[in-house]
């Protein structure tokens, strides 16, 4: 199947930093890879409506729009749907708690950007935004 016919996930996820500049990954529970944490729309949701409900069912986190930084909208083939691409707005986000595990969430890891831990990772989170996240993590550490 070519990616033109490929179905299409629409998702949302959020590229979480804390204060020390390490980055927050997800494994769904009954899955391999690691992913920045987020999910699928509920009706009528805008993408950050539905990133602030993801983030709070997951990892406890109670934020507002207002603190969602987009980075863009990305495509990548899908890490748990065989066959299918995902279509995800991306927004950046800075915390001051570790999160809890929730819902779907099987395992939660801050890590490094700068020097990742042999995890495997979805094709959006290896392939599309961590040459973004190395990039913005270099600029803000070089930063006095």
Not at 18 to 25: E, F, P, Q, S, T
Not at 54 to 80: C, I, K, Q, T, V
Not at 116 to 129: G, I, K, N, Q
Request: proline share 8%; hydrophobic share 40%; net charge negative.
């Amino acid at each position: 199947m070519s990616s033109a016919q490929a179905p299409v996930i629409r998702i949302v996820a959020g590229v979480i930093f804390d204060d020390a500049g390490r980055m927050v990954l997800v494994r769904k529970r009954g899955t391999d890879a690691f992913m920045q944490p987020g999910g699928k729309f509920e009706p009528g949701e805008t993408p950050q409506q539905a990133l602030v409900r993801e983030l709070n069912e997951e990892l406890g986190y109670e934020l507002d729009a207002a603190e969602l930084e987009p980075m863009g909208r990305f495509s990548a083939r899908a890490a748990n749907e065989p066959g299918h691409l995902v279509d995800c707005d991306v927004f950046f986000i800075r915390v001051g708690s570790e999160g809890v595990v929730a819902a779907e969430i099987e395992e939660l890891r801050w890590v490094d950007p700068l020097d990742l831990p042999d995890l495997e990772l979805a094709p959006l989170t290896s392939d599309v935004l961590m040459p973004l996240i190395r990039e913005r993590a270099h600029g803000e550490r070089r930063t006095p």
